[in-house]
């Protein structure tokens, strides 16, 4: 079989579905706008893609970490609970949500940074999927365990201590993947209000048509990125990991060869007092203002 695409369209979803070695997952959480998080797998219990199985993102979160960090567990913790969800050797993943894809990018990032790449998200998730009215189903589904086999990717997954170091870097661009409220420091949602200092904005609600939550085309999601996408790294993070992922995953579909998410975050980055904020706007970037 063929690679899957990194972006999966559900029209080649629809016409795959029966393949043996495909394994879909949906990996939604639930965030209420008072920041109550919760599994979504009451609702892939109603009703999912046919075939889906749930991977629960809580729960695969490193343990020792404080709660909603989402901090990426150990390497055998993953793959463990990957290989628990069928996915290892010889098998291709479809990645799911049904928010705006940013939790289907965060798995897909996970699934890099352990050196699987036979994965792809599918394009406005289940938001495209329903709004097609293609065929959905209510019947739980447990794909065989399989063997995953690690192979850890360094560089792609950062702590704040590189990422203070990368603010000294001329050759690596911040990026927050946060709204613009947040970013400029006009609301405070992580303990102090403001972004890391030099961070460029390109909010990852802005790479999505709201209506379907399909990525932006091509040609529009290059201008949003502007000059960054000739950065020689760059560094993506939000507050958690989560939105970050996304722009991590557009970049990585622009083409850019060296990206990675700093998963702590501001729930992180802010606990420290000896890690700098920046109010206003920040760094500029061609594109952005149309952003």
Known sequence: MSKIPSLVSSSWLAGNLSG???RILDATVQITPTFQVSSGRKD????HVPGAAHADLLALSDPSAPPFMFRMPSIERFAAFMGELGIGDGTRVVLYDARENMWAARLWWMLRSAGFDDAGILDGGWTTWRLENRPTCAVPCRYPPASFTPRPRAGIIVDKHEVLAAMRDPDTRIVSA????????DINEY?????????????????IDRATQRYRPEAELRTLFGSLLGATRVITYCGGGIASSSDAFV?????HP????YMGGLLEWCADPAMPMELGTGA????LARA
């Not at 946060?178 to 420091?185: P, W, Y």
């Not at 303990?191 to 790479?207: K, M, Q």
Request: aromatic share 4%; hydrophobic share 40%.
């Open 20 to 22: 043996s070695d495909l």
């Open 44 to 47: 892939w219990e109603l009703a």
């Open 178 to 185: 946060l709204g613009k409220r947040s970013h400029r420091g």
């Open 191 to 207: 303990g102090r209000p403001g972004h890391i200092p030099g961070a460029a904005n390109v909010s990852a609600w802005t790479l």
């Open 251 to 255: 970049l990585h579909l622009l083409g």
């Open 258 to 261: 060296n990206v990675a998410v």
């Open 284 to 287: 500029t970037n061609a594109g």
